[in-house]
């Protein structure tokens, strides 16, 4: 069973580009989640996603970001017009319906996004 | 208001050493709570649950304890191989885990 797999593993854009991130869970989870640290801090929770739909977006900036997760195929996360700031690591992690176990979330290796 | 926090150290110990971590949460209904790994420039791992009746694995123990919202980590025998930064983590069902910024092991020889 693969576990979570995030590509690309390191991006580097140019500000004012656009940066896709994506993200495929584990088989068999069906619930996908955002996080962005920077470098020296914690993790901060950006979306949460389940197939087709958007649950919880509170952690996102409302401008720029997007993400979505659709019936087929990997989550994206969409940074549009990055600027220096958005340099981070954003992680992706996927856990399993409710019903099957509680909310144990696993890790990608991330995407280490860097705007010059 | 910080949700989760934690002593963010470092924690310098040598090699067999015992050392705990303590972690406090504000989210009295926060109903999971996990102890994560990370490694410098890796994505966290998840080390164990924590549950009201206290867990154990190999040298690792956790415990909560609700009345005071805190989880502890103890480690024992420290090896150089548990120098890492341990995340402490809340949750409620499908909802976003909320993590504590880290505390850092440095296991010395």
């Known amino acids: 069973n693969a576990g979570v797999m995030q590509n690309p593993r390191h991006l580097v854009r140019r500000r004012g580009q656009e940066a896709r991130l994506r993200c495929s869970p584990m088989k068999g989870h069906s619930h996908v989640y955002w996080y962005r640290q920077l470098p020296e801090e914690g993790l901060k929770f950006m979306v949460y996603?389940?197939?087709?739909?958007?649950?919880?977006e509170s952690g996102m900036p409302k401008e720029r970001f997007s993400a979505e997760f659709p019936k087929e195929g990997p989550s994206i996360l969409r940074i549009q017009q990055v600027v220096r700031g958005d340099s981070a690591a954003y992680f992706c992690?996927?856990?399993?319906?409710?019903?099957?176990?509680?909310?144990?979330?696993?890790f990608g290796p991330g995407t280490r996004l860097t705007v010059l | 208001r910080k949700e989760v926090e934690q002593d963010p150290g470092p924690f310098n110990v040598p090699e067999g050493a015992t050392v705990a971590f303590n972690c406090t949460y504000s989210n009295s209904a926060s109903q999971s709570f996990f102890w994560y790994r990370q490694d410098c420039r890796k994505e966290p791992k998840l080390l164990m649950s924590v549950y009201s009746s206290g867990n154990e694995d190999g040298r690792f123990t956790a415990q909560l304890n609700r009345a005071s919202q805190y989880i502890s980590l103890l480690i024992r025998d420290s090896k150089l191989s548990d120098s890492a930064t341990y995340l402490c983590?809340?949750?409620?069902?499908?909802?976003?885990?909320?993590f504590g910024k880290g505390t850092r092991l440095s296991v010395i020889a």
């Open positions: 983590v809340g949750g409620q069902g499908n909802t976003p885990l909320v």
């Open positions: 996603l389940q197939k087709e739909n958007i649950i919880d």
């Open positions: 992690a996927s856990s399993p319906p409710r019903e099957v176990k509680g909310n144990e979330q696993f």
